[in-house]
C-alpha cells in the first residue's frame, strides 16, 4: 500500500519528531482493544467541537405529526459548545403552535443489532416537556426501544420501556424509576441489549430488566429529543418555563464481543448423546423442549440426602494472557422448575498441562427464582493466568439436599476472544505509550496496510490523525 500522492511531507517530519519523544512519553492508561467485560467502544459522539457533526446526526424537520405533539423540529435548535450538545425547546411564534424543539438522530450513519447505549445527560423539565433517549430500526414501527423518557412535570420519575407488535396490535413493557430529580444535574442512563433481554441503568446501577416476547433482533438507530405536548405528557401550562435545556456530554454505543466457537457438540445433536463432553452425576441430553435441533442438554441432582452435583465439561487448549468466554441458553422448565437451594454455575475452569486447577471464574445461571419457561444466554468471560494450558467450560448443577427440579441447556458457544485492533495500543502490548508513537510511525513510512487506520485505502495524513486522537484519548 502507497502513500496517498497529496501526503504533505510536513506530515512526515511530525512523525518523525514525535517518534523521537517515544523515549520521554509516559505509559498511559490500558487500551480497551479486549476488555476482560468484552465490551468494545463501537460509535461515540464526545461533542467536543462546535456545531452538530452532521455526518453522524440527521436532524428532523418541520411539525412532528403523532402523539398529538406541539412541536415544530429545526436543525438550529441542536447546537455543541464546551463539549457538550444542548437542544433548546423554545416559545416560538413563527410556528403554529408556536414550539420549537430538537431531535437529532443517526439513521443515516450508524445502526446496532444489541449492545451497550449510554448517554450522560441533564434533562429538561417542567410541565409538557418530554426528553426521550431511544432507539429504532430504519424502516419500520415497532420495535422500539425507549432507554429514557422522562415527563417534565415529575423530574424525579424516568420511565424504561421496549415496544412490538403490529400496528395497530401494539404491546409493550414499561418500568418506572424514582430517582434523582434529574433536572438538576448530570446523570448517566444506559440500556444493555441482549439477544434475551434488555437491561437498564441509571448511575451504573441496573435498575430493571425487560424479558418479553417482543425483544428487538434488529439494527436501530440512536435518536436524542425533546418533545412539547403530547397525549401523555400533556401540553405546556402557565407552570411551563422557557427555554428548556436537554444537555449531554456524550453518547457512547459499545458491543459485545463473541467468542470463536471451540467447543463441539454444543447443541446435544451428535451421536452418541454428550458426545464430546465429560459428565458426572445426572447429565442427559433431552429430546424435551429443546431450543434448537432435536436435543438440549439437562442436569439434575442425585437425591443422596446431602450437598451433590452433576454437569458436565469441556476442555480446550489455552495459553496465558489469552481472554476466553462462554454463552449459552438456559431454561427453568415450570414443569421441572428449580427448588429450594439447587442452582447452576457456569465455569471457565484454568488448568495447568497436568490439570492442576488454578482459577475459576464462575457465575450462577439458575436457581429456584429464575423465571419460568423462558431462555436466557448468560455469558462469562475471563482470562488466563499464567501457567494455563488447557481452558475447561463446567456447568453444573448443585443440589444441596434432595429439592426437585432439573436445568435444560442449549446452544452453547466457547472459545478464545479475538480482540479487535485499538488504534492507541498500535504495538498491542495492553498499554497507550510511546512505544504505539514509534511503531505506527515505523508502520506509516513504510506504507504499511496496518497503518490506514481510517480504511480508506491510503496511508496518509488521515491516518495520522486518527492514530493521534485515539492515542491522546488513551484508549480506543
Known amino acids: 500500500m502507497n502513500h496517498s500522492p497529496n501526503t504533505s511531507s510536513s506530515v512526515r517530519q511530525v512523525l518523525a519528531s514525535l517518534a523521537c519523544l517515544t523515549a520521554f512519553a509516559a505509559t498511559g492508561q490500558s487500551s480497551a482493544q479486549c476488555p476482560d467485560n468484552l465490551w468494545v467502544l463501537s460509535w461515540s459522539d464526545e461533542f467536543d467541537g462546535n456545531s452538530v457533526d452532521w455526518s453522524r446526526w440527521r436532524s428532523e424537520v418541520g411539525r412532528w405529526p403523532y402523539n398529538a405533539e406541539l412541536e415544530s423540529y429545526e436543525p438550529q435548535a441542536c447546537t455543541v459548545a464546551n463539549g457538550q450538545l444542548t437542544i433548546t425547546s423554545t416559545y416560538n411564534t413563527r410556528y403554529n403552535p408556536p414550539y420549537a424543539s430538537g431531535r437529532i438522530s443517526t439513521i443515516n450513519s450508524f445502526l446496532q443489532q444489541y449492545g451497550r447505549f449510554e448517554m450522560r445527560a441533564k434533562l429538561p423539565a417542567t410541565k409538557g416537556i418530554w426528553p426521550a433517549f431511544w432507539l429504532l430500526p430504519a424502516d419500520r414501527w415497532p420495535p422500539e426501544i425507549d432507554i429514557m423518557e422522562m415527563l417534565g412535570h415529575d423530574p424525579t420519575h424516568i ?121 458426572f452425576g445426572n447429565a442427559f441430553a433431552e429430546p424435551r423442549g429443546a431450543r434448537s435441533g432435536a436435543n438440549a442438554g439437562k442436569l439434575y441432582g442425585n437425591f443422596t440426602g446431602g450437598a451433590n452435583s452433576s454437569g458436565v465439561y469441556q476442555d480446550r487448549p489455552a495459553a496465558e494472557g489469552e481472554l476466553w468466554a462462554a454463552n449459552a441458553w438456559f431454561m427453568n422448565r415450570s414443569d421441572d422448575r428449580m427448588q429450594a437451594g439447587n442452582s447452576v454455575a457456569m465455569t471457565i475452569e484454568w488448568r495447568t498441562a497436568s490439570d492442576q486447577l488454578i482459577r475459576a471464574d464462575s457465575t450462577t445461571v439458575l436457581n429456584a427464582s429464575s423465571p419460568l419457561d423462558v431462555w436466557m444466554r448468560p455469558v462469562i468471560s475471563g ?94
Open 383 to 476: 482470562r488466563a493466568p499464567a501457567n494455563t494450558a488447557r481452558a475447561r467450560l463446567l456447568i453444573r448443577f448443585t443440589q444441596p439436599a434432595t429439592a426437585a427440579g432439573a436445568a435444560f441447556f442449549d446452544d452453547v458457544v466457547f472459545g478464545p476472544v479475538d480482540c479487535p485492533r485499538c488504534a492507541a495500543d498500535y504495538n498491542r502490548d495492553g498499554g497507550v505509550d510511546g512505544a504505539d508513537i514509534e511503531t505506527f510511525y515505523t508502520d506509516w513510512v513504510s506504507g504499511s496496510a496496518d497503518a490506514d487506520l481510517n480504511a480508506d485505502g491510503g496511508v496518509d495524513g488521515g491516518d495520522v490523525a486518527e492514530f493521534f486522537v485515539s492515542w491522546e484519548r488513551g484508549a480506543c
Open 159 to 279: 420511565y424504561f420501556s421496549n415496544h412490538w407488535g403490529t400496528y395497530p396490535a401494539v404491546a409493550h413493557q414499561t418500568t418506572d424509576y424514582i430517582g434523582p430529580d434529574f433536572s438538576a444535574g448530570f446523570h448517566t442512563i444506559a440500556a444493555e441489549w441482549f439477544p434475551d433481554r434488555i437491561d437498564f441503568f441509571v448511575d451504573g446501577v441496573r435498575r430493571t430488566t425487560h424479558r418479553n416476547s417482543g425483544l428487538p433482533n434488529e439494527p436501530m438507530y440512536v435518536i436524542l429529543n425533546t418533545a412539547v405536548g403530547g397525549q401523555w405528557p400533556g401540553n405546556p401550562d402557565a407552570t411551563t418555563v422557557f427555554p428548556q435545556r436537554f444537555i449531554v456530554d456524550y453518547v457512547r454505543v459499545y458491543r459485545q464481543l463473541e467468542p470463536t466457537q471451540a467447543a463441539s457438540n454444543t447443541s446435544f445433536e451428535d451421536a452418541p448423546l454428550l458426545a464430546g463432553w465429560g459428565k
